[in-house]
T-cell receptor, first 115, second 113 residues
């Protein structure tokens, strides 16, 4: 079974530029999560989708971050404009989404460096 | 809000030593508890989980027991190997909520031969 795919794996940009990350979850998984992991910290949820609807985006900095999952499968996370403090690893995860506390499966992450 | 506190790292042990990584949590409801592991150069993987009080999760020789009275979920292994070197994250998920994971800061373990 293929895992969660993410691209790109690494990205270096200058502050005030924009960047986009892509995630393809495990086939059949209804729930998709984006987490931000700053160096030395645990991952923090940015946004959670159930199919193509948003369940939780309370910690998403909406003035600069946006995310979509238009067809309920792939998702993109965008930052515009980027700030230095956005340097982090962005993790995508997916789960079945049947409400049974099932396992979340994580992708390899995209490492972003903002200069 | 919900939170997880892990013991500070890094932790360095010799092969075959006993491992304990402490984890305590704060939650308003009755969360599920998890340990995730991140090996060098790899993504996060679920190591073990427990969904109710007194449950014991186990995998690859690691164990953790859900202690509601002490709000703890300490990770233990009786004899570590070099291949256990990784970063370990304790996390909780609020049952009945959005099922998002709230993570601790992680504990880096290095096992020397």
């Amino acid at each position: 079974e293929a895992g969660v795919a993410q691209s790109p794996r690494y990205k270096i940009i200058e502050k005030r530029q924009s960047v986009a990350f892509w995630c393809n979850p495990i086939s059949g998984h209804a729930t998709l999560y984006w987490y931000q992991q700053i160096l030395g910290q645990g991952p923090k949820l940015l946004i959670q989708f159930q199919n193509n609807g948003v369940v939780d985006d309370s910690q998403l900095p909406k003035d600069r971050f946006s995310a979509e999952r238009l067809k309920g499968v792939d998702s993109t996370l965008k930052i515009q404009p980027a700030k230095l403090e956005d340097s982090a690893v962005y993790l995508c995860a997916s789960s079945l989404g049947d409400g049974s506390q099932e396992t979340q499966y994580f992708g390899p992450g995209t490492r972003l460096l903002v200069l | 809000g919900d939170s997880v506190t892990q013991m500070e790292g890094p932790v360095t042990l010799s092969e075959e030593a006993f491992l304990t990584i402490n984890c305590t949590y704060t939650a308003t409801g009755y969360p599920s508890l998890f340990w995730y592991v991140q090996y060098p150069g790899e993504g996060l993987q679920l190591l073990l989980k427990a969904t109710k009080a007194d449950d014991k999760g186990s995998n690859k020789g690691f164990e953790a027991t859900y202690r509601k009275e002490t709000t703890s979920f300490h990770l233990e292994k009786g004899s570590v190997q070099v291949s256990d070197s990784a970063v370990y994250f304790c996390a909780l998920s609020d049952q009945g909520g959005s099922e998002k994971l709230v993570f601790g800061k992680g504990t880096k373990l290095t096992v020397n031969p």
